[in-house]
């Protein structure tokens, strides 16, 4: 059984920062691309960030310049650094591995951005 642990969602003031972490098994951490996808109430889920293995990057227009995907190896994390939270980008934020046709997906932590 895969199991992806999310952690670091919680509330926020627009404008403030907070970070995501998710951590897995060495064995999907090493070969599996990583990320984030997020769904707000009522909306489909959306694709914010991902990471391949080997550290390539990929944004959504909506979080450029304000959110930072990163993996440490050592700690078989990946991080979602946010800053400059908007109200919209309330949702649940979702970790993903994914690998071919494999995806395994973390149970979502809630962000809230409200002041």
């Known amino acids: 059984q895969v199991q992806l642990v999310e952690s670091g969602g919680g509330l926020v003031q627009p404008g403030g920062s907070l970070r995501l972490s998710c951590t897995t098994s060495g064995r999907i951490f090493s070969t599996y691309a990583m990320g984030w996808y997020r769904q707000a109430p009522g909306k489909q889920r959306e694709l914010v960030a991902s990471?391949?293995?080997?550290?390539?990057?990929n944004y959504a227009d909506f979080v450029k310049g304000r959110f930072t995907i990163s993996r440490d190896n050592a700690k078989i994390t990946v991080y979602l650094q946010m800053n400059s939270l908007k109200p919209e980008d309330t949702a649940v934020y979702y970790c993903?591995?994914?690998?071919?046709?494999?995806?395994?997906w973390g149970q979502g932590t809630q962000v809230t951005v409200s002041s």
């Open positions: 993903y591995a994914r690998k071919f046709t494999s995806t395994y």
């Open positions: 990471i391949t293995s080997s550290g390539s990057t």
